[in-house]
């Protein structure tokens, strides 16, 4: 499984079974246009039936390029990723997103500009996701004895609740780029 505190891969202590489809298709629409279309479907559990934490059930990405050959290339292309469970128990959900971008380069010999049009719909999304436990400020001074942190400092903790800690996909940019190759 993948921790997100430590950013590597670690053991679990259940074996997880897991299965599913790739389907990738190309179309060469005619001399300048092509489409391209990846999806992939999974199914992640752990022998005990518990949920896979952060397996994505259905990953989608495609889109259009115009190559005009003569230096201008065109494309854009839409990512999508499915709601998935956060936790074994999913409890928690770690939200999906669609986003749609626009690429254009022009290459005159060894010089390249490229120009990206991210996030075109300025769509609310959530880069990377995590299901953690935490506890803000107002939390800790509560006088709620069900409040899910300590309800005093030094006094008996309760269990925090999980949650969705997440970065943030970054709105609508643009980025420009100058290559020289050699």
């Known amino acids: 499984m993948f921790s997100g505190d430590a950013g590597t891969d670690e053991a679990s202590a259940l074996p997880s079974r897991r299965y599913g489809v790739d389907f990738e298709a190309r179309w060469q629409i005619n001399d300048w246009l092509s489409a ?3 999806l992939s479907w999974s199914h992640a559990r752990f022998s005990n039936g ?3 934490p952060l397996a994505v ?3 989608m990405n495609g889109g259009l ?3 005009f050959h003569n230096g201008l290339t065109i494309s854009l292309r839409g990512r999508y990723v499915s709601d998935r469970a956060a936790n074994e128990t999913d409890t928690v959900t770690a939200r999906g997103y669609y986003l749609i971008d626009l690429y254009g380069r022009y290459r005159w010999r060894n010089l390249e500009l490229s120009l990206q049009l991210l996030n075109l719909t300025n769509t609310d999304w959530r880069e990377a996701q995590f299901s953690d436990n ?3 400020r107002s939390e800790m001074q509560s006088r709620n004895p069900a409040a899910p942190c300590y309800v005093k400092p030094g006094k008996a ?8 800690h997440f970065t943030p996909g970054n709105p609508i940019g643009v980025v420009a780029g100058v290559t020289w190759f050699f």
């Open 36 to 38: 391209d279309y990846d």
């Open 134 to 136: 935490s506890c803000v």
């Open 50 to 52: 518990g949920f896979v």
């Open 157 to 164: 903790p309760v269990t925090p609740a999980d949650s969705i």
């Open 65 to 67: 390029t115009a190559d």
């Open 57 to 59: 059930p259905i990953f």
